[in-house]
């Protein structure tokens, strides 16, 4: 019973979102209201300690919501500066077969834009352009979300890992280790087992689209293009991982994705590796309704300016943040030395909020990029007036789901603070699912990381419900925190695959209103595929007997 009610604010998240369609800025604060009942009720919380922590994540939201508002701000500034338009004017004339064009623009600048702003901005910027250059509407938004997972754990400069991190600070302070080096090792054992399964991400993708919209209706026109599809996961996966392991979270999927995305373009302008024959969607006047688009999606707009100048703004971002991330060009410890401290929070003895305003990536680079973009475009006041607000708009509605989403995890976390003597709400919870799965919860982890983005929208919100849970979770069963976590962290970005917002959203961009239920049911088997060879990846590691860090 306890158990029940320690869940009874997840379970409640997962009923209005997944069950009634709810948006996490409406679901997250009702479920934070029953853990707040919970925890004053049947935890006997003092109500000091109830208010103080759940204060405490709000402090800690804080930190994302300067990430995401950086993100998003830069996008926006891209967008109405016409730099956007000209990136996109860019990738036309590089090929005409279908499957390189996928791969190209779906997989390797999908990343790129998830690596800089994430928040479901691939899926809506690659499904468009893809229907400009002659794909169906449907197939364009599937591909898109297909190709939008291997970058997610490292999107928008690391937030998902951030958002961990918000919500692991006991759990880390447990282990003796440093936060710093958790937080890498994280990443390190986030990016293994994703770069082995996301270097066969391109071909699973094609697969799908020569099966669902080719004449022959067959996996061997994707099979075909499997020396380029393989190159191009190589090329974004190699620099991806070497990336996470030397220099952290923010950098693998922004960096990765830019170097990938040179190597590929210059491999197709030159054939290498490039099918002799073309292949193509059948033609328009055969196309099923349900594959066309119910609006008129128009192009992407007028190319303004060169594209170096485009890409300037994008250029500027991966100097600044390699130069502020390595250690040896004294800026790192700069810009982590200026922070806001706030101690004893809420009158809570030694609850400390550190705010490291100039580290976090949202204003340096991101904003900081932002205001030079003015310049260097040449914007008018009215688009850069429009971009802020139209910035400001578009994070409020995140604002609200994030701050109850980290409120209601602190407050969980910490719910051991009482006088009933019960041990906190996520240790409850993580010893009744360790009793129930046993030995065999590794082959949950994964699963549990995929609801949390099918239900939320985000791989971050995934994170910061199920973090802690994880971590309790295998501590208990004695497997190792860290494998049990990456599990979760790259189950977050499958579940973008499937994900309700997301699909609602890429749908509604390209027009195929009505087949969301459709999309759902053809991304489940490549969302199973992934979730299937994470699982053996890291599921073999793990009942080795094999504990990296910990």
Known sequence: MDALLAFSPILLTIILMAGFNWGANKALP??????????????????????????FGFLKAFDILIIIFGAILILNTLKLSG????????????TDDRRIQAIIIGFMFGAFIEGAAGFGTPAAL???????????????????????????????????????????????????ISAESFKMALT????????????F?????????????????????????????????????????????????????LVG??????????????????PKKKWDFPHKSAWPELWTSKIDTGNTGESKMSLFKAWSPYILIAIILVISRIPAFGIKQLLMDQEFTLTNVAGIKDLTYNLKWAYLPGTIPFMLVALATHFIHKMSKKDIKRAWQLTFKQISAAAIALLAGVGLVQLMLNSGVNTSGMDSMLTTMAEATADLSGAAYPFFATLVGMLGTFMSGSATV??????????????ILDFSPILILSMQGIGSGIGNMICIN???????????????????RINALPALIYYLLITAIVGILIYSGFSPLL
């Open 30 to 55: 009702l479920a934070l209201i029953l853990a707040v009942l919970v925890a004053f009720f049947k935890w006997n919380m003092g109500i000091e300690f109830v208010l103080g922590y759940t204060f």
């Open 257 to 274: 994705a830019f170097i990938g995305l040179g190597i590929v373009i210059i491999a197709a302008k030159h054939g290498f590796l490039v």
């Open 201 to 253: 991400i391109p071909l699973l993708g094609l697969a799908i689209m020569t099966r669902v919209f080719g004449k022959e209706k067959s996996i061997k026109p994707a099979l075909a293009a499997a020396p380029f599809a393989i190159f191009a996961g190589l090329a974004f996966m190699i620099p991806y991982l070497l990336i996470a392991v030397f220099f952290g979270p923010e950098l693998p999927s």
């Open 126 to 176: 690659a499904a468009p352009l893809l229907v400009g250059l002659g794909f169906p509407p449907l197939a364009a938004a599937l591909v898109a979300l297909i190709f939008n997972t291997v970058p997610v754990p490292f999107g928008a400069v690391g937030t998902p890992i951030f958002g961990s991190m918000s919500t692991l600070g006991t759990n880390i302070a447990s282990t003796g």
């Open 502 to 520: 997301n699909i609602v959203a890429v749908s509604a961009t390209v027009g195929c209103i009505g087949a969301e239920g459709k999309m759902i």
């Open 188 to 199: 390190e054992w986030i990016a293994i087992p994703n770069s082995i399964a996301g270097i």
């Open 462 to 475: 995934s994170n910061i419900l199920f973090m802690s849970f994880q971590f309790e979770t295998a501590s």
């Open 83 to 94: 730099a956007m338009a000209t990136i996109n004017h860019g990738f036309n004339g590089i």
